[in-house]
Nanobody, 120 residues
Framework: QVQLVESGGGLVQTGGSLRLSCAAS????????MGWYRQAPGKQRELVAA???????NYADSVKGRFIISRDNAKNTVYLQMNSLKLEDTAVYYC??????????????WGQGTQVTVSS
């Protein structure tokens, strides 16, 4: 009984910026990590960025230096600031929240996806 609501997607020109947000609500006990994945048509879903509850981050090589992931643990919200957008960033972006269901057990919840389209 956990819901993730994404927002912030849209159409932007190359070099532009967008900020994605994802808010989790429901029966949340503890969030171990939050992140963003993306998937383009005909391609596999790939990790874009992730952040742990303690603040450690992990980025795909293709977005390092351009994207910044952040979170507000109190609000159970994760953000993805996307700068210097490129055509290859075009994809559906999915929010991921990894919840601790019990000690040493985790479960992933996914947002509905938000379209990011970068044009020249």
């Amino acid at each position: 009984q956990v819901q993730l609501v994404e927002s912030g997607g849209g159409l932007v020109q190359t070099g532009g910026s967008l900020r994605l947000s994802c808010a989790a609500s429901g029966s949340i006990f503890s969030i171990n990590a939050m992140g963003w994945y993306r998937q383009a048509p005909g391609k596999q879903r790939e990790l874009v960025a992730a952040i742990t509850r303690g603040g450690s981050t992990n980025y795909a090589d293709s977005v390092k230096g351009r994207f910044i992931i952040s979170r507000d643990n109190a609000k159970n919200t994760v953000y993805l600031q996307m700068n210097s957008l490129k055509l290859e960033d075009t994809a559906v972006y999915y929010c991921n929240v990894r919840l601790a269901t019990s000690w040493r057990n985790e479960y992933d919840y996914w947002g509905q996806g938000t379209q990011v389209t970068v044009s020249s």
